[in-house]
């Protein structure tokens, strides 16, 4: 299993279990953050950029590799994200940089799956 595909199945599986416990603050919180990434006077994109480098800034790993998973659906190239990774390094410090290099290491695990076509099951031959 990929690296992508296990921290999304993760990230759901948790998410899941969360929200089965029913308590009205979570789903509030919650629902809170999916709203906020929405299009509104910014664009989604802009949105997941700046939640990217907020992460990065912030130092956690699963928020970047979150931010980075919408940002490459959002379209966004090599060249916008390493901008993206560098106003991050400026404001948070070198501190970032372990955090840097795992960007990079997601990032372009995402590139390759996005080109690698997905092995064929026995169901689909």
């Not at 948070?92 to 695990?109: C, K, Q, T």
């Amino acid at each position: 299993m990929s690296q992508v595909t296990e921290f999304n199945e993760y990230r759901q599986r948790m998410n899941e279990k969360i929200m089965a416990a029913d308590n009205k603050v979570i789903k509030r919180f919650f629902n809170l953050d999916t709203n906020t990434y929405q299009a509104g006077a910014l664009d989604v994109k802009t949105k997941e950029m700046l939640g990217l480098a907020c992460s990065m800034v912030l130092r956690c790993d699963d928020c970047i590799k979150y931010h980075l998973g919408k940002c490459h659906e959002e379209g966004i190239n090599d060249e916008q994200i390493y901008e993206v990774f560098a106003i991050a390094n400026l404001i948070g410090g070198s501190i970032v940089i372990p955090h840097f290099r795992r960007a990079v290491e997601y990032w372009e695990i995402l590139k390759d799956e996005a080109t690698t076509p997905a092995p064929l099951h026995h169901h689909d031959a």
